[in-house]
């Protein structure tokens, strides 16, 4: 089996990152952001970018081993309307629309925890229907060393459900257990993930990680954020904002896909 991987919503390659470190290959992305594209392309060249979720045609790609997304997380961030599927940026249609025509081993997906209240048991169900089953997650940053909170929910999927078993999961939980030693700051479920069985709260015991923070965050967010001195180098500075807002922490799909391929190993 090539260890292929689809990325989707890929911003500046965060899921490609921890693919690479995997040992996944990323066959090819879909984003449509200028900037991100530029990065994406200095990181990954040769490696095709899509620029529109609604007319990617996975039927191009299928068997690919891996498929992630960070499906947008405006309908269902606290810091926006919560207007759900009535958002136009509500794209998890499409996304599954890709995971169906592709029908990939694996998904990972990831958004806010504000969608476990507003869209999750629907994902599930629209991923059960289309032959998977179904783990969710959430996993802060901190849970990996990151200097932030950041709470997201993270959704696993398998096809071959003879590997993602009742082992497997309990492989997961021990690899993410005891969150708040970890994280310093306690999940409080106030979206009411343990209400839900199917679902779990997350963090990581690892001490150490490929790209593992090397200075204090305090130092790193002055550098990033610096006061604008009006020279050239500044012109990106809002693009660079948005596109790490908008990121994901690449420490934690790395811990979910080496537990995948543990599978097979």
Request: overall charge positive; aromatic content about 10%.
């Amino acid at each position: 089996m090539k260890l292929t991987h689809i990325d989707l919503f890929s911003g500046i390659g965060g899921f490609s990152l921890a693919a690479r470190w995997a040992g996944l290959d990323t066959i090819v992305f879909c984003e449509r952001d200028k900037f991100c594209q530029k990065v994406l392309n200095k990181h990954w060249p040769g490696v095709p970018i899509h620029d529109d979720i609604t007319t990617f045609d996975g039927t191009k790609y299928s068997n690919v081993f891996l498929l992630t997304g960070g499906f947008p997380c405006q309908p269902f961030s606290r810091a926006g309307k919560r207007r759900g599927k009535e958002d136009d940026r509500y794209l998890w249609p499409e996304m599954l629309r890709v995971i169906s025509e592709t029908k990939p081993h694996w998904v990972i997906g990831e958004n806010v925890a504000g969608f476990v209240s507003m869209g999750l048991d629907g994902c599930i169900s629209d991923l059960e229907r289309e032959g998977y089953e179904v783990q969710a997650f959430v996993i802060p940053a901190c849970a990996v060393k990151a200097p932030h909170r950041r709470d997201r929910v993270w959704i696993v999927a398998n096809c071959s459900q003879q590997l993602f078993n009742g082992t497997w999961k309990a492989r997961a939980r021990r690899r993410c257990k005891s969150a708040n030693a970890d994280s310093h700051a306690p999940y409080t479920d106030n979206e009411g993930l343990q209400g839900h069985g199917k679902h779990g709260e997350c963090s990581s015991e690892r001490t150490s990680w490929p790209g593992t923070w090397k200075e204090p965050w305090i130092e790193a967010a002055t550098r990033l954020c610096r006061v604008d001195d009006g020279l050239p180098r500044q012109v990106d500075r809002v693009n660079r904002l948005k596109a790490l807002g908008n990121a994901v922490v690449p420490q934690i799909p790395f811990l979910i896909m080496t537990g995948i391929l543990d599978l097979y190993t």
